[in-house]
C-alpha cells in the first residue's frame, strides 16, 4: 500500500461580484469548508479553491451605476467577500478572482485550444438574452427570464460559437454511467431529463400506444409501469424506425434522447467590454473585438487557479497534481453550466472531468431565496456581530504567576460577579466572530437537510443554538469536566475500558456518522451525534456521580462514570471539529488534549477509539462553551438588518468595532454550572458593525469604516469630518448627538447631475463644479480634487445638500455640498450615487 495520500480538490462557485455576500453565499463557503477540514482530518491532500467572478455586463452595469470603473468596483466587492471569509475563519487554500493576470492567460488559452480543434467558430446570431444570467434563453424578447424572472433583452451579435451539440450523446453516457457523478439524484435527473431533450411529436404518439398497449398488472407502482414501458419501447418497430432516420436516439445504456436537443452555445460578447478578450488567431477572423462569455470565462477558474495556462513550471505541476476536480460544489441554479457546459468544454479540449458535482438547495428568507434583487437578505456580518457578544471569555494565562493554570472558574468555585476568573480574558474581535461562526455552521447544516431549500429565521437560530449548543452539547461537556474537577482534582480518571464499551452504544453509532459524513448528509450526522450526547447525559444523571462521591464502595463505579462521559465527549468533539472547529478547539483544551488542529493533523481525529482518551490527563482550564442566548438576540439582529425599522438601532454604517464586547439585549444567561459571572460587565458597548460603502450600494463590511461625510470646500481642511481629523479612525456614529425628524426635515437633499467640472488655478483641492438640479443649475466648489479627476465626474448623478446657504471661497461662490462617505485612512470622499435611473431634483427623505 502506497503512503501517499489521496489527493481531494474541492471548489465553491466563484461570487459575482455585483452585490455584496449574504448568508446564502456563507452557506455555500460553509459547507465546503466543513468538506475541506473533514479531508484533511482524514489525511487526504485536501486543496480548497473560492473566489470571485468579475467579468460580464452585470458587473459593468452595476460599476456604471456606482460611478466608478469595473476594475475599481470588482476589487471593493471582492474585498467585502475575502474579509468576510477571513473574519469566519473559511480555511480555502486560494483565492482566484477572474481578474487575476493569471487567470486571463489561462482562459484565453483555453478559448484558443477549443477554436483550434474546431469546436469553436463564428456565427451570426439573433436571441433573447439575460443580462443578469449572462445567458441567451428560450423565451420571447422582454419576457421574463425562465430561470431568474428578469426582463429579457434583443440581442443580435456575430459571435463565437462553441459545438455543444457535438457533446449531447457523451454527456448522456457519461453521466448515466456515473463516470460523472451528480448527486443528488432529483439535481441528476433534471440535467439528464435537459441532455435527453423533448422527443418529437411522432415519437410521443408511439411512446403512447405502447403504454396503451400494455396489459394492467394490479398494485404495480408507477416506477414499475414505467419500467415495462421502457422494456416495451426498446424493441418495438415503431421506435426503432423513428430511431433509423434520426427522430430519436440511444445511448450505450438503451436510454432514448431527442438528438440535436443540445444546441451550440454563444462564447463570446461584442456588445461589451468588460471581459477576457477573445485570443488570437480567433480575434482576427471577427469583424468586431470580442470578450470571452463570462461563463465560459469563470468556470476555467477551477483549473487556472491551480496552474492551467502558466509557463511556471511549478504551476504545471501542481496542476498535473490536483486537476481534476474531485468535488465542484454548487447552487442548484447552476448546476446546468456545472454539468453540461462544464464537461462539454472539457471534453472538447482533451482534458480531464471532474469527478462529481453537488448541489445544494437555497436559503430563503420569508419563502423565497434570499437575493439582493428581492431585497430578502440577511448578512453575515449581523449574525457574527450578535452572536459574537455570546463569546465566553479565553483562557491566555494573562495575570497568573507560577503554576496556577490549574485554576479552574467551576461551579463551586465562581468568580466574583462580574470579575473575569484569573487567567481570563475578555476575547478578542476575532475570537468572537469565530465562536458565532461556529453558531451559523451549526445551525445551517443541522436545520437544512443538505440539497433541499431551508427556511432561515433569526428565531430559529437563536432557539437551535439554546437548545442544541447550550443546554445540549455545552452542558454536557461543562458538567462533567466540572465534576472531575470536583471529585477527581481534574485529572481523568482511570476505568476498565472493556467494561465501560459494553455499555455504550459506540460502534455502530460511529459508523453510521461516518458514513452521513461521507454522503454529505451533515444532517444526519448531526442528528446522529445529538443523539449521542443525548444518550451520555442520561448515562450520567441515572449514574448520579453526585451519589457516587458520598459512597465510598463506589469511587470504581464513579471513575467509570466520569471516564466514559469524558471519552464520549472527546469522540463527540473530534466528529464535531469539521462543523464547529473554534468550540471543539476550545472542549478540546479543556479536555487536557492541546491543540485540535494539531491533532487534526496528526490524524487524531479519525479512526476515534474508545480509549483514546489517556486515563491521568490532566484537563485544561475550564470556561463556559456556548452561554444562554436571550430570545431578545433576535430582536438586536432584525434591528441590524432594518436599522430604519427602530430609530433606536445601532447605527450599522458608521460605528467601529473595538475591541470590546457589546453589552447587548442578548447579555448571556448562563445555562452551564460554569458560565456564570464571565463576561466582562464593566466592557463598554461594543458597537455592532462599520460600513464600507461599496462603490455607492452601501455595502457594509466589519472592517475599516468610514463615517458618512459631507464633502464640503474648505480650502485647509476639504473633509470635515471625523475621519479627516483622525485618520483611520472614524467616529463611532453614538458619538454624534441625535437629532429628530424634525431636524432631519430641514435638510434639503437633492439628486444632481454634475455637468462642469473644472480645476481651480493654485487651489489643489479644489473642484468647480456646475451640477444641474433639474429646476436650476449653481456651483459648488468641492474639496475632492486630490481623489477625483474632473473627467471622472462629468456627467455623474450625486446627492447634493442644496438649501446650505451660500458661502465665498477664493473669490468665488459656492452653493451646496455634495453627500459622500469617508473611506479608509485618508478619508477619501466617495461620491454618494444611485444604482437606478432618478429624475434630477428629487427629494431624497
Ligand atoms: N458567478 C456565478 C458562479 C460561477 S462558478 C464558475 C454565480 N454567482 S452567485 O454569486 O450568483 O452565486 C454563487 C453561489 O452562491 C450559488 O451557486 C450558491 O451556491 C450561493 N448562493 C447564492 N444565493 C444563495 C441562497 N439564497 N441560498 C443558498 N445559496 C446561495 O452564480
Same mark, same amino acid.
Given at each position: 500500500m502506497s503512503d501517499t495520500p489521496k489527493k481531494f480538490?474541492?471548489?465553491?462557485?466563484i461570487y459575482y461580484v455585483n452585490a455584496r455576500p449574504h448568508i446564502g453565499h456563507a452557506y455555500t463557503t460553509i459547507v465546503a469548508d466543513v468538506l475541506a477540514r473533514r479531508h484533511r482530518l482524514l489525511g487526504d491532500d485536501t486543496f480548497f479553491l473560492t473566489g470571485t467572478d468579475e467579468h460580464g455586463q452585470k458587473i459593468e452595469r452595476s460599476a456604471a451605476a456606482?460611478?466608478?470603473?469595473?476594475?475599481?468596483?470588482?476589487?471593493?466587492?471582492?474585498?467585502?467577500?475575502?474579509?468576510?471569509?477571513?473574519?469566519?475563519g473559511i480555511t480555502n487554500d486560494d483565492y482566484i478572482r477572474t481578474t487575476d493576470p493569471k487567470h486571463a492567460k489561462g482562459v484565453q488559452k483555453l478559448f484558443a485550444t477549443l477554436y483550434e480543434k474546431g469546436f469553436i467558430e463564428l456565427k451570426a446570431?439573433?436571441?433573447?438574452?439575460?443580462?443578469?444570467?449572462?445567458a441567451f434563453v428560450d423565451v420571447p424578447v422582454g419576457a421574463p427570464c425562465p430561470d431568474c424572472g428578469r426582463i429579457t433583452e434583443e440581442v443580435t451579435e456575430e459571435n463565437f460559437f462553441f459545438k455543444l451539440s457535438a457533446f449531447q450523446e457523451k454527456l448522456l453516457e457519461l453521466i448515466e454511467s456515473n463516470t460523472l457523478k451528480i448527486e443528488n439524484d432529483a439535481r441528476r435527473n433534471e440535467v439528464l431529463s435537459f441532455l435527453r431533450g423533448t422527443p418529437p411529436p411522432e415519437v410521443n404518439d408511439v411512446a403512447v400506444r405502447i403504454a396503451d398497449s400494455l396489459p394492467p398488472i394490479p398494485e404495480e407502482s408507477l416506477k414499475q409501469k414505467l419500467a415495462r414501458i421502457q422494456e416495451a419501447a426498446n424493441n418495438h418497430p415503431d421506435l426503432v424506425q423513428l430511431e433509423k432516420i434520426g427522430k430519436i436516439a440511444r445511448t450505450r445504456s438503451g436510454e432514448w434522447y431527442a438528438p440535436g436537443a443540445l444546441k451550440d452555445l454563444s462564447v463570446s460578447r461584442s456588445s461589451f467590454t468588460w471581459g477576457i478578450p477573445v485570443p488570437e488567431p480567433a480575434?482576427?477572423?471577427?469583424?468586431?473585438?470580442?470578450?470571452? $462569455?463570462?461563463? @465560459?470565462?469563470?468556470?476555467?477558474?477551477y483549473m487556472t487557479a491551480i496552474g492551467y495556462g502558466s509557463d511556471d513550471p511549478d504551476e504545471q505541476k501542481k496542476f498535473d497534481h490536483y486537476w481534476p476536480a474531485d468535488l465542484h460544489l454548487v447552487g442548484k441554479e447552476i448546476i446546468r453550466f456545472h454539468c453540461v457546459y462544464w464537461p462539454a468544454f472539457l471534453l472538447a479540449a482533451d482534458l480531464p472531468l471532474p469527478k462529481a458535482i453537488t448541489a445544494h438547495g437555497w436559503l430563503l428568507f420569508d419563502n423565497s431565496k434570499m437575493s439582493k434583487s428581492k431585497g430578502n437578505i440577511v448578512r453575515t456580518e449581523t449574525i457574527l456581530d450578535a452572536f459574537g457578544t455570546l463569546c465566553p471569555p479565553t483562557y491566555t494565562g494573562a495575570g497568573l504567576t507560577g503554576g496556577s493554570s490549574g485554576l479552574q472558574p467551576t461551579e463551586s468555585a465562581p468568580s466574583q460577579k462580574g470579575a473575569l476568573a484569573p487567567g481570563f480574558s475578555a476575547p478578542t474581535n476575532s475570537e468572537r466572530d469565530l465562536f458565532a461562526s461556529?453558531?451559523?455552521? $451549526?445551525?445551517? @447544516?443541522?436545520?437544512?437537510?443538505f440539497g433541499q431549500d431551508g427556511s432561515f429565521s433569526f428565531d430559529a437560530l437563536i432557539t437551535r443554538y439554546n437548545a442544541d449548543l447550550a443546554n445540549g452539547y455545552g452542558n454536557l461537556v461543562s458538567r462533567t469536566l466540572s465534576m472531575i474537577t470536583k471529585y477527581r482534582e481534574g485529572v481523568v480518571p482511570t476505568a476498565t475500558v472493556s467494561l465501560h464499551e459494553s455499555r455504550q452504544p459506540l460502534w455502530p453509532f460511529l459508523e453510521t456518522t461516518n458514513g452521513a459524513f461521507e454522503l454529505n448528509n451533515f444532517y444526519l450526522a448531526l442528528q446522529n451525534i445529538w443523539t449521542f450526547i443525548s444518550i451520555t447525559d442520561v448515562y450520567v444523571s441515572t449514574n448520579a456521580p453526585w451519589k457516587l462521591a458520598a459512597d465510598q464502595t463506589k469511587s470504581e463505579d464513579l471513575d467509570l462514570v466520569l471516564y466514559g462521559a469524558a471519552s464520549a465527549i472527546r469522540i463527540i468533539t473530534a466528529l464535531l471539529y469539521p462543523i464547529m472547529p473554534f468550540a471543539t478547539a476550545e472542549v478540546w483544551q479543556q479536555l487536557g488534549l492541546g491543540d485540535i488542529e494539531q491533532a487534526a493533523k496528526n490524524g487524531d481525529l479519525k479512526n476515534l477509539q474508545w480509549g483514546g482518551l489517556k486515563p491521568g490527563t490532566k484537563l485544561g482550564p475550564l470556561s463556559p462553551i456556548f452561554p444562554r442566548a436571550d430570545k431578545s438576540l433576535a430582536e438586536t439582529m432584525i434591528n441590524m438588518e432594518n436599522p430604519d425599522s427602530n430609530p433606536a438601532s445601532p447605527n450599522l454604517e458608521s460605528s467601529p468595532r473595538p475591541e470590546t464586547p457589546l453589552k447587548s439585549a442578548s447579555t448571556p444567561t448562563p445555562a452551564q454550572p460554569v458560565t456564570t459571572d464571565r463576561l466582562d460587565p464593566a466592557a463598554p458597548p461594543r458597537n455592532f458593525t462599520e460600513a464600507t460603502h461599496v462603490a455607492g450600494s452601501a455595502a457594509t463590511t466589519t472592517h475599516n469604516g468610514p463615517t458618512p461625510s459631507h464633502t464640503e470646500a474648505t480650502p485647509s481642511a476639504p473633509f470635515n469630518t471625523p475621519a479627516a481629523q483622525a485618520p483611520g479612525n472614524a467616529a463611532p456614529a453614538d458619538a454624534s448627538p441625535q437629532i429628530n425628524i424634525d431636524d432631519f426635515i430641514k435638510i434639503d437633499l437633492r439628486v444632481a447631475q454634475i455637468v462642469v467640472a473644472e480645476r481651480i488655478p493654485k487651489a489643489d483641492k479644489l473642484l468647480r463644479l456646475e451640477v444641474d438640479l433639474g429646476y436650476e443649475k449653481r456651483q459648488i466648489l468641492s474639496g475632492i480634487a486630490e481623489f477625483y479627476t474632473p473627467e471622472e465626474l462629468i456627467g455623474r448623478r450625486i446627492v447634493v445638500i442644496a438649501n446650505l446657504a451660500p458661502r465665498k471661497m477664493r473669490g468665488l461662490e459656492s452653493h451646496g455640498m455634495l453627500l459622500a462617505a469617508s473611506h479608509g485612512?485618508?478619508?477619501?470622499?466617495?461620491?454618494?450615487?444611485?444604482g437606478e435611473d432618478i429624475a434630477l431634483g428629487s427629494r431624497l427623505k
Open positions: 480538490y474541492l471548489t465553491t462557485p456606482a460611478g466608478i470603473p469595473p476594475q475599481q468596483f470588482a476589487d471593493q466587492v471582492s474585498k467585502t467577500f475575502e474579509d468576510l471569509w477571513k473574519r469566519m446570431y439573433t436571441g433573447t438574452y439575460c443580462v443578469s444570467d449572462e480575434a482576427s477572423a471577427a469583424k468586431e473585438k470580442h470578450v470571452i $462569455y463570462v461563463w @465560459l470565462d469563470a468556470l476555467a477558474n461556529d453558531v451559523l455552521r $451549526y445551525f445551517l @447544516l443541522r436545520e437544512i437537510p485612512e485618508n478619508g477619501k470622499p466617495i461620491l454618494a450615487t444611485f
